[in-house]
């Protein structure tokens, strides 16, 4: 918590970001709302901001202790509303009054829009897969085959339900909002402090603020106490899940409460200025609310069903056109009849063309993704957010509490020497120690102040002194010391003082902790003590003086040293944003605390240090994509609100970024919901929970590496599945489209079935299949990927057409047979022992397939599981065995071992020469590839864009090497000069010497 430096000695009054001016850990360094400090100094039980003060000791010439000052980010009220603002405190509004302004504004409360479960389960028929699904239930239940129509409904409901019962609810996050808010509230109305529910209250209502409450609305401090008295006192706030800050605000009159935080400290009365959806974490739910974007996932399996549901269409249509009133359509038969033949022929096509089980397999693989990943503390509240991890490329994280321990601890610290005075700064020679400091700003401390910086101190001291490592109580009792008198931290004196008596020589002494200046000016300066301020408040660090007296008469101070606070990184946080770059995922800091503070933890974290003030983001002199670039170049972004992370969000995704978000407070909610993947991490608040995609259960972002990687894993299974899926429902269209249209020959409907979802039953195992995890965030590639297995399917639709030529041609096995039915009438339908043999064929190349569509490399540089390899195999040995023998329910005809053995060999070496053509074509695929392939006027300029960014990059690239160029060649020759140098000046000294003899002589 950060400020602008102002020099000690100017009288300035802290403006605080959450409201308000110092408090004792602000004095330290100053508090925010969204911001930061710099370390003004805070005394012990403290809690100055950074108050008003003026130093009127320090030497003219003496160098000045940089103090901070808290920058508000206050919400504007306007004219109209001012006017209602303008309540006298002790009488408040009347009834009338307050009635007239509920109507008016509306209840203190979150509007809620629910949606109902009925019409949530039916939005999950909906979608491209759905419709050929409900399509080839129709076509089956007109023709009375409802043994199919039966599988299909089947098929249908079941990833209805998956995705009903596993998509998290957008309502949750609402709901934990609303139940942060207050519940009742101590109004004056009428005269009279009553109490009164908190959704009842209006602007301009009176509120009584105390120790423990919770803000039941935006607010105004008035300086008035609860009993009517002017006080200038202050309140402390506890907003952190609001704005990020680690400690408590000090807020005093004239600063905003906002609604939700927490009183820790204090009393006093308040205006309410905005209540419901207008406070700041009304904005929040707000922004939560209309975050109902469609996730990733979802567009990938649209995408997919689109295209699949456009190819069909377009054969369906030629084929019943044919079938009806095509050249080769049957005159002899009636119009209805041959209407009624389209549609079955139809039919087959369809349920051919849908991947029945492509959402359900991707669902059930995420699913044991989810399953592996809750073993190692990160909850998937959503399935498809697995998927989404494995893409993510942009990581946003909070700094309190994520990146860091949320919590104040001793860091480095300045000691001074001993006996050192204003004039002679090095004293005896010998510095004070980290222990003797501690202790005595341990006797400085007030034993049990719920105050963090105190508590900070005394843990410190306790872990590291070795008489105080063994206490147990939280006294003042310490082994060979007794604490005489204790004073408390006031706003006035602005420190702490201890009255000690040391056992052992029966001395007594003083010590005193607080306010860096103040302390300072007592000891009677210190020049270096001020310098090592200064630097620890240009780094964003929290300082507290130290000092103690050195006479009898207990009047002379001596510096000790300078305690510094720090919120510190977390042990692994470091190495998880290395291993974040490693894995191509960017991280960026995102923080309500001050610029500085979040600069000072960069640096620790290994973080370059372009962290830039939030009012970029909000620069109207910059257009959108200009402030995208900021954005993008930006390492991370201090001083935000949550309509700032919000929008950082935004615009990275608008740049085609899939952007994760990672925080744990009401301020991180909507930035949550609205990023691809919203991480909730440890001791997150319930907003949080409820708006994230996934959530931590152990501390730190390290668990997040293990999630991205397994993600990847999961990805890697996904896509494999999907390319062939796709392949083969292009094999499928593509097969019987001509052969229906040229030869009249089909599969028997069960048959066809049988292959989809037998082959994708047996596909469900590829979730435990091995993966080879990418270096880089995965993408669908969707073009790459359609235009793949569209190739694929083509390669094998013409081996299934080897197949039935040679079948028919060489072997005389033939596509048609005349059967005669009992009635007499003679049919000519499909032959049955080819149908058996295209069935098998069908059922196991392109099942065969996936052993080199689960790798993007040559398929033997990856063993696929054992696991997965019986289960494939498996499932093309059962379909070979039932081929060889037949099966009459399923209408296969047997063809015996000969045809049976000699497809599935001839199965086994085609996806090896199939494995070749995928290689080929991934190698060479790139985007200018696919602008070539399909130049839409989006895709050319976005190659345009690429092209003018990697011309700069060159440019500058050649630049650098021309000045390391220089720089090389003028090192030499300085280096070289330095040299000659060298050589000549022994030989000048010489011819130096001789001319002094010479002389001499």
């Known amino acids: 918590m950060l400020g602008v430096p102002v020099a000690a000695g100017t009288e300035r009054t802290s403006v605080s970001t959450d409201g308000g001016s110092a408090n004792t850990r602000d004095l330290l360094l100053g508090s925010s709302t969204g911001s930061t400090d710099v370390p003004v100094a805070s005394s012990a039980a403290m809690g100055c901001h950074a108050a008003t003060h003026t130093d009127n000791h320090a030497a003219p010439a003496a160098p000045a202790v940089i103090e901070a000052v808290h920058v508000e980010v206050a919400d504007e009220v306007d004219a109209e509303l001012e006017l209602l603002l303008q309540t006298d405190p002790q009488s408040g509004l009347t009834d009338s009054e307050a009635g007239e302004r509920l109507e008016r504004f509306g209840r203190n409360e979150m509007p809620e829009r629910r949606t109902s479960p009925i019409l949530k389960f039916l939005s999950y028929f909906l979608g491209a897969i759905s419709y050929l699904l409900e399509a080839a239930c129709v076509l089956s239940a007109v023709f009375a085959d409802w043994v199919d129509f039966g599988i299909l409904l089947f098929v249908l409901i079941s990833n209805a339900c998956i995705g009903y019962f596993e998509e998290a609810r957008a309502e949750s996050a609402l709901d934990a909002l609303k139940n942060t808010l207050a519940l009742k509230s101590r109004v004056w109305r009428n005269g ?20 423990g409450d919770i803000v039941p609305a935006d607010c105004r401090l008035l300086g008035v106490g609860v009993t009517g008295e002017i006080t200038e006192g202050a309140l402390q706030i506890d907003q952190s899940a609001l704005t990020g800050e680690s400690l408590p605000v000090q807020k005093k009159k004239g600063a905003t409460a906002y609604s939700s935080s927490v009183v820790k400290q204090g009393q006093m009365l308040a205006v309410v200025t905005k209540t419901g959806a207008h406070t700041y974490i009304g904005r929040a739910a ?17 995408a997919i069903g689109n295209f699949l549901i456009i190819v069909t269409c377009v054969m369906v249509f030629v084929l019943f056109f044919i079938r009806v009133w095509g050249p080769g359509a049957d005159t002899d038969v009636s119009l209805i009849q041959r209407v009624k033949d389209g549609l079955l022929d139809v039919l087959v096509l369809t349920v051919a063309a849908i991947p029945v089980g492509l959402p359900t397999v991707l669902s059930v693989t995420m699913a044991v993704g989810a399953s592996q990943l809750a073993r190692k503390q990160v909850i998937v509240k959503r399935l498809t957010a697995i998927e989404e991890l494995a893409s993510v490329s942009i990581l946003c994280s909070d700094k309190t509490g994520t990146l ?6 001793f860091d480095k610290p300045f000691l001074a020497m001993k006996g050192s005075t204003p004039d002679n700064l090095k004293g005896t020679g010998e510095k004070y120690t980290d222990e003797d400091l501690l202790l ?58 201890a009255v000690v008596t040391d056992l052992t020589t029966e001395r007594q002494f003083k010590c005193i902790k607080g306010a860096p200046q103040v302390i300072v000016d007592m000891v009677g300066g210190h020049a270096e003590a001020v310098a090592a301020v200064n630097d620890l408040a240009r780094r964003g660090l929290r300082a507290l003086g130290v000092a103690r007296t050195v006479d009898d008469d207990m009047t002379r101070f001596e510096l000790v ?18 291993e974040c770059g490693e894995l ?45 670039d900021r954005v993008e170049k930006a390492d991370g972004f201090a001083q935000v609100i949550p309509e700032h992370k919000y929008r950082v969000v935004e615009l990275l995704q608008r740049r085609g970024y899939l952007v994760g978000m990672t925080g744990d407070g009401v301020n991180d909610a909507p930035a949550l919901k609205k990023a691809n993947v919203g991480i909730a991490v440890h001791g997150c608040t ?27 894993a999961i990805f890697q299974r996904m896509r494999s599945y999907a390319l062939y899926r796709i392949a083969s429902t292009v094999h499928f269209l593509l097969f019987f489209f001509i052969a229906i249209s040229a030869y009249n020959f089909n599969l028997p409907t069960r048959l066809i079935i049988l292959i989809a979802v037998l082959n994708d039953a047996a596909t469900l195992v590829i979730s435990v299949d091995n993966a080879r995890i990418s270096h880089r965030p995965d993408k669908w590639r969707l073009g790459q990927l359609m235009f793949l297995s569209t190739v694929l399917g083509i390669l094998l639709m013409l081996v299934s057409f080897a197949h039935f030529f040679v079948a028919w041609r060489a072997f005389g096995i033939p596509p048609m047979v005349d059967q005669v039915r009992d009635d007499g009438v003679v049919i000519t339908s499909s032959g049955g022992q080819l149908q058996t043999i295209m069935y098998l064929q069908i059922s196991s190349c392109p099942h065969f397939v996936i052993f080199s569509t689960r790798v993007s490399t040559w398929f033997w540089k990856s063993t696929p599981s054992l696991v997965f390899i019986v289960a494939v195999a498996g499932t093309q040995v059962f379909a070979m065995l039932m081929s060889i023998f037949g099966v009459d329910f399923f209408q296969a005809t047997a063809i015996g071992w000969q045809w049976g053995i000699s497809v599935l060999a001839i199965s086994t070496m085609v996806f090896m020469v199939l494995d070749i053509v995928k290689v080929a074509i991934i190698r060479a695929w790139s985007f200018e590839l696919t602008v070539w392939l399909w130049p839409t006027s989006r895709r ?20 650098i090497t021309r000045a390391r160029r220089v720089l090389l060649a003028t090192t030499v020759l300085v280096a070289w000069k330095a040299a000659l140098q060298k050589r000549r000046r022994p030989q000048d000294e010489k011819e130096v010497s001789d001319t002094v003899l010479i002389v001499k002589s």
């Open 286 to 302: 707000g922004l939560i609310a209309v975050t109902v974007e469609e996730g990733h996932f979802q567009k990938v399996i649209n």
């Open 192 to 211: 009279k402090l009553v109490e009164v529910d908190s959704v009842l209250l209006v602007p301009g209502d009176v509120i009584a603020l105390r120790l």
């Open 440 to 497: 005595i700003s341990f006797f400085a401390s007030e034993p049990g102040a719920n105050d963090a910086i105190e508590a900070a101190v005394r843990l410190a001291a306790q872990e590291r002194v070795a008489v105080l490592k063994n206490r147990t109580e939280q006294d003042h009792k310490v082994p060979g010391y007794k604490v005489n008198n204790f004073t408390p931290f006031n706003p006035v004196s602005k420190y702490t003082e």
């Open 940 to 959: 050319l300029a976005e190659l345009r864009r690429r092209q003018t960014i990697r011309a700069r990059r060159e440019r500058v690239s050649k630049n």
């Open 404 to 409: 860091t321990l949320n919590e104040l601890t």
């Open 584 to 628: 191509g995922i960017a991280v960026k800091m995102i923080t309500g605390d001050q610029q500085i503070i979040a600069k000072e933890v960069a640096h620790r974290l290994g973080m370059q240090r372009t962290i830039l003030d939030a009012h970029k983001l909000v620069d109207r002199d910059l257009d959108e994509e200009s402030l995208t």
């Open 686 to 712: 319930d907003a949080a929970r409820s708006a994230a995609d996934i959530v931590l259960l152990a501390a730190g972002l390290s668990t997040i590496v293990d999630g991205v990687k397994t993600s990847r």
């Open 561 to 578: 040293g300078m305690i510094s606070l720090l919120d510190p990184p977390r042990p692994d946080s470091a190495h998880t944003i290395r």
